[in-house]
Nanobody
Framework: QVQLVESGGGLVQAGDSLRLSCAASGRTFSSYTMGWFRQAPGKEREFVATISSTGRLTTYTDSVKDRFTISRDTTKNTVYLQMNSLKPEDTAVYYC????????????????WGQGTQVTVSS
């Protein structure tokens, strides 16, 4: 069993930055691929980014490339999502999740989820 707790969301203006954190329980954190997803009102949950268990591999959805950076700190059992140059269309609830394999973009491929943190970007 893995428990995930996201934090760091908030209300910002377009062009601002935020850093989301996801703290994970469990001694096997370093063996998990981690991902970030988001869900805007009335829309399906969509893939944002994922990072391999070693932290050496990352993948992003096209709309956030060059603006968002996913990273992890194994000593703190935490994965981060640094979000720069935020846009109103980035407004959503952001979730972190665990997968057994790197590179997967479907939400059904992730088997543990946090409760989410709201990010709102005003224009």
């Amino acid at each position: 069993q893995v428990q995930l707790v996201e934090s760091g969301g908030g209300l910002v203006q377009a062009g601002d930055s935020l850093r989301l954190s996801c703290a994970a329980s469990g001694r096997t954190f370093s063996s998990y691929t981690m991902g970030w997803f988001r869900q805007a009102p009335g829309k399906e949950r969509e893939f944002v980014a994922t990072i391999s268990s070693t932290g050496r591999l990352t993948t992003y959805t096209d709309s956030v490339k060059d603006r968002f950076t996913i990273s992890r700190d194994t000593t703190k059992n935490t994965v981060y999502l640094q979000m720069n140059s935020l846009k109103p269309e980035d407004t959503a609830v952001y979730y972190c999740a665990v997968s057994q394999k790197f590179g997967l973009r479907g939400a059904e491929e992730y088997n543990y989820w946090g409760q989410g943190t709201q990010v709102t970007v005003s224009s």
